[in-house]
């Protein structure tokens, strides 16, 4: 008998069934905004997008003179999986520098950007059933992260009240019998909030005395204001040390988020299982992306605090525009770029049902693309990045002003 093509369709469906750990995946809140800004866009749509956390700056020159040049003295091919030596040194002496911590080339892994390593953190560390301790406002990929590799995200609620970190109180309550890390994201991403050295220190007490990991997501660390400072939660002692993976990279501090270099440093036998994993799904880092990142952390910093003075005075310009805003209410943010302004009085009287309806609505009306804060897991928030010009963050503030003040209801 001979099989139709649609019984040849059905069949190879069924093949094709999609594996259980992506089907309660959760696609990325940011990225789908800003692939329907960059549509409008290209409709012919002045859309202002405040949606995507990169930095607006090239890369600087002196990066970009390194990957040429190493491209070009036929440094080309594959390297160690877990990264090139030379790499490897500059991000121990990085850490030494910034953070005065020590640590050998085995306690370092190289992936491609701060999200693989994470990822790859997380595929070597949890088993089945195992709980990560994720504070709201997060990022967005952490829970989707844990998921993947089996693990279970418990969330833990920081309030505005408490300027959106978590306290030993609410991280000692959250802990089972089945904790097997907590994470620590300063400065925070979407909230731009900073823990100071006290409160890490108390946060590193009670994982020492429940003896669970600390994932220290250090990424916004140079992008920090006023008089605020970035302790790494590694630095507070050696037993801190012991149980901390610190993930860093240089895509926000050198504005080099297409070249997708991160790093984990910790553990080495963990760092050895990750290298592992990594060898067998990615082979290793790009080879010139690698090169660049030597420079970014051997060269010259002048541009990274070029960069970081831009993003302040851009703040620092439009923070009170955006409170003025009816409805609004806005924390000053201590480092990284983003605003994370609570939108609940806002969405309530201007008459829409919920702050994602809102959002599409300011794109579909307003042209001006922001991050609905469900993806954060703070519903009443939307997250605006001021990593884009002064003028056209000053222009989209007043957009988002018309249009609350159009559709206010008394």
């Known amino acids: 008998m001979v099989e139709t093509h649609t019984e040849f369709v059905k069949g190879l469906r069924n093949l094709l069934t999609l594996a259980n750990r992506v089907k309660t995946l959760t696609p990325s809140t940011t990225l789908a905004i800003t692939a329907k800004a960059n549509e409008l866009k290209a409709q012919g749509v002045d859309v202002i997008g405040l949606g995507a956390g990169e930095p607006d700056y090239n890369t600087p020159q002196n990066i970009l003179d390194a990957a040429t040049r190493s ?15 030379e790499l490897k040194q500059a991000i121990q002496d990085k850490l030494q520098r910034d953070q005065g911590l020590s640590y050998e080339k085995p306690e370092i892994m190289v992936g491609i950007g701060a999200k693989h390593v994470l990822y790859t953190l997380f595929q070597v560390l ?38 959106y970190k978590i306290t030993p109180q609410q991280l000692s309550e959250a802990i089972t019998d089945r904790t097997k890390a907590v994470i620590i994201n300063s400065p925070s991403n979407p909230t731009g909030m900073i823990y100071t050295k006290e409160e890490l220190q108390e946060l590193a007490e009670v994982c020492r005395k429940a003896d669970i990991l600390i994932v220290s997501d250090e990424i916004y660390e140079k992008l920090i204001y006023g008089n605020a400072t970035h302790t790494s939660v590694a630095e507070l002692s050696e037993d801190a040390k012991a149980r901390t993976i610190i993930i860093n990279g240089v895509s926000k501090s050198h504005s080099m988020t297409g070249w997708r270099i991160g790093y984990a440093a910790g553990d080495k036998e963990l760092i050895k299982a990750m290298t592992d994993l990594a060898s067998h799904s990615t082979s290793n880092p790009v080879t010139t992306s690698q090169y660049a990142a030597i420079e970014a952390y051997n060269g010259s910093q002048d541009a990274v605090e070029e960069m970081r003075q831009a993003f302040e005075s851009r703040l620092e310009a439009i ?61 009443s928030t939307i997250r605006l990045s001021y990593a884009t010009s002064l003028e056209l963050l000053e222009q989209a503030v007043e957009r988002i002003n018309e249009f609350v003040q159009k559709h206010w209801k008394e």
């Open 126 to 163: 949890l088993n089945e059933g195992d709980e990560v301790i994720i504070p709201i406002p997060y990022w967005v990929s952490y829970p989707e992260q844990v998921k993947l590799a089996g693990g279970v995200p418990v969330y833990v609620e920081a309030t505005a009240s408490q300027s």
């Open 71 to 85: 491209m070009q003295q036929g440094k080309t091919k594959y390297t160690p999986a877990g990264g090139l030596p």
């Open 319 to 379: 923070f009170p525009k955006l409170t003025a805003i009816p409805g609004f209410t806005v924390l000053h943010p201590q480092g990284a770029f983003y605003l994370l302004p609570d939108v609940s009085e806002a969405v309530a009287k201007t008459g829409f049902s919920s702050v994602d309806e809102f959002a599409q609505a300011l794109l579909e009306e307003a042209n001006v693309a922001v991050i609905p804060g469900s993806g954060f897991g703070a519903h």
